[in-house]
């Protein structure tokens, strides 16, 4: 192993690193709220959104990323809208990702039963106050499994933005192996810089989980006692 180039392409890494982490997060981010708001729509079964959300949900899931990608960088030049590379990335990560948050979200609102609405109506809460404090809690403790697997993949696709031009990781890399050839290095710093990023997460999700379960958060009937 030359370690040389491991020392050239160490800060390079580094930023790529840092990049990748940074719209991973914005990306995650976005998908959580656009998540929320389309479960919300199709849980409560809203006139007209619902439909589109359904039909966003087929298109985002059933479509891979990098498709995605291609037509937000290569596509909406061509009517006038052109967008840079980071910007493409975020916005294709929160388009696949949302979609996938609202199916986590949905799970976790089906999961609370229509008892808990009423007991929330009956002590004085307002319907929004009732979703707010009693309902979105349980569903979210219920659907933290189905969240933790959803942010570790879509960290994993951070992997397809090269195709846009972004100097993430896999570009990186990609560059390491076309000039010094250097496959094993290259793949080597590659798996280490996912590994860095993704087990802390996962051992965060998991910790999160067990407190949960132990204060009795997982249960969605635990506020009535069944």
């Given amino acids: 192993m030359d370690w040389s180039i491991i020392e050239q392409y160490y800060p390079l890494y580094q930023q790529a690193f840092f990049l990748t982490l940074h719209i991973a997060v914005w990306g995650i981010i976005g998908s ?41 960088y290569f596509g909406l030049p061509r009517i006038g809208l052109v967008l840079s590379s980071e910007a493409c990335a975020t916005i294709g990560l929160i388009f696949l ?21 009423e007991i929330g109506l009956s002590i004085g809460l307002t319907p929004r106050q009732v979703f707010r404090y009693v ?14 697997a959803n942010v570790i ?27 010094y050839y250097e496959t094993d290095i290259a793949l080597t710093m590659l798996v280490l810089a996912y590994l860095l990023m993704l ?24 506020l009535t006692g069944k």
């Fill in 32 to 72: 959580f709220l656009l998540g929320l708001v389309v479960s919300i729509i199709r849980h409560y079964r809203v006139p007209i959104l619902r439909q589109i959300a359904t039909v966003y949900i087929e298109l985002s899931r059933n479509t891979p990323l990098l498709i995605q990608l291609f037509f937000l």
């Fill in 97 to 117: 990702g949302g979609s996938y948050m609202a199916e986590s979200f949905r799970s976790g609102l089906e999961a609370v039963s229509q008892t808990q609405h």
């Fill in 135 to 148: 309902v979105l809690p349980q569903a979210t403790a219920v659907a933290l499994p189905s969240f933790s």
């Fill in 153 to 179: 993949f879509l960290i994993k696709e951070t992997s397809v933005f090269s195709v846009v031009a972004l100097a993430d990781l896999m570009y990186v890399a990609k560059d390491l192996i076309g000039l």
């Fill in 199 to 222: 087990l802390p997460i996962s051992l965060l999700f998991g910790w999160i989980e067990r407190r949960l379960r132990h204060a009795g958060f997982g249960n969605p009937g635990t």
